[in-house]
């Protein structure tokens, strides 16, 4: 079995961290690179960068701080927002992102998805995918979760694995910020309907909830923000208790 991966979320916007942040020894709370670099010597198997701001320097912006990440962290990071073609990623990637993470640019523009395999490989392209439940029917948004549209979760997922992504980052926008636990269910489900790995984001709480979703959800990967940024958890502990319940974890 491999090992599953715990992954730290961090927000950028300009450049800087935000969502706060509560990490006494850093000399600068919004500094990504600083945070990036204590999440690696502390464990954590990826990270992930997701650019929440949406100026004309963006793009700049963005390419600067992955090469300054990629300098100081030695374990693989993805980065997403806003990323709507083959240049975009393409810059990214050269400046030293291993993955990048695409989300409504694919539900708008499907073909995006085929274009970046065909050009990357699958093993650097996530789609990230929101979704919340309306009727009982898991239900694609966007804008982060503000915007339904008329695809549903798992026929979406099908069709993201089959364009050839290498993972889906889901996210439930009914558990997102709630802490009380990843959708498992749904988890499951995207779990047993593809064969490529699904990382669980949205509802972290407490270790328990680690665990239930490697166990219960099947996902392969679980990503949180808040509950490492203000070191409710840390990722040693997080991954002995791990360790302890028989999920295999690098250690």
Same mark, same amino acid.
């Given at each position: 079995?491999?090992?599953?991966? &715990? &992954?730290?979320?961090?927000?950028?916007?300009? +450049?800087?961290?935000?969502?706060?942040?509560?990490?006494?020894?850093?000399?600068?709370?919004?500094?990504?690179?600083?945070?990036?670099?204590? @999440?690696?010597?502390?464990? #954590?198997?990826?990270?992930?960068? /997701? *650019?929440?701001?949406?100026?004309?320097?963006?793009?700049?912006?963005?390419? *600067?701080?992955? @090469? %300054?990440?990629?300098?100081?962290?030695?374990?693989?990071?993805?980065?997403?927002?806003?990323?709507? !073609?083959?240049?975009?990623?393409?810059?990214?990637?050269? =400046?030293?992102?291993?993955?990048? !993470?695409?989300?409504?640019?694919?539900?708008?523009?499907?073909?995006?998805? =085929?274009?970046?395999?065909?050009?990357?490989?699958?093993?650097?392209?996530?789609?990230? &995918? *929101?979704?919340?439940?309306?009727?009982?029917?898991?239900?694609?948004?966007?804008?982060?979760?503000?915007?339904?549209?008329? %695809?549903?979760?798992?026929?979406?997922?099908?069709?993201?694995?089959?364009?050839? #992504?290498?993972?889906? /980052?889901?996210?439930?926008?009914? =558990?997102?910020?709630?802490?009380?636990?990843?959708?498992?269910?749904?988890?499951?489900?995207?779990?047993?309907?593809? =064969?490529?790995?699904?990382?669980?984001?949205?509802?972290?709480?407490?270790?328990?909830?680690?665990? *239930?979703?490697?166990?219960? +959800?099947?996902?392969? #990967?679980?990503?949180? #923000?808040?509950?490492?940024?203000?070191?409710? &958890?840390?990722?040693?502990?997080?991954?002995?208790?791990?360790?302890?319940?028989?999920?295999?974890? %690098?250690?």
């Amino acid at each position: 079995m491999l090992a599953k991966r &715990i &992954i730290p979320c961090l927000d950028i916007k300009d +450049g800087r961290t935000v969502k706060g942040v509560n990490f006494v020894d850093l000399r600068d709370a919004g500094d990504p690179v600083e945070l990036a670099e204590i @999440y690696s010597k502390e464990g #954590a198997d990826e990270l992930v960068f /997701l *650019d929440i701001s949406a100026t004309e320097q963006k793009r700049k912006t963005l390419a *600067d701080l992955v @090469y %300054r990440v990629a300098e100081k962290v030695n374990i693989p990071f993805t980065v997403g927002g806003g990323i709507s !073609s083959v240049e975009d990623v393409d810059i990214l990637l050269q =400046n030293g992102a291993d993955k990048v !993470s695409i989300n409504s640019s694919a539900v708008k523009n499907p073909q995006l998805i =085929n274009d970046l395999v065909a050009k990357f490989g699958s093993q650097c392209i996530v789609v990230a &995918i *929101d979704a919340k439940q309306i009727d009982g029917e898991w239900i694609v948004h966007l804008v982060g979760g503000k915007v339904p549209t008329e %695809r549903k979760l798992f026929e979406w997922a099908k069709e993201v694995e089959e364009r050839g #992504a290498g993972e889906i /980052l889901f996210t439930s926008m009914d =558990n997102d910020g709630t802490k009380d636990g990843f959708a498992n269910e749904a988890l499951a489900r995207l779990s047993t309907e593809l =064969n490529i790995p699904i990382i669980a984001s949205g509802g972290a709480g407490n270790m328990q909830h680690f665990s *239930d979703t490697f166990i219960e +959800g099947k996902a392969d #990967a679980a990503l949180a #923000a808040s509950v490492f940024h203000f070191k409710e &958890i840390g990722i040693q502990e997080l991954k002995l208790e791990l360790q302890g319940n028989g999920i295999p974890v %690098r250690v």
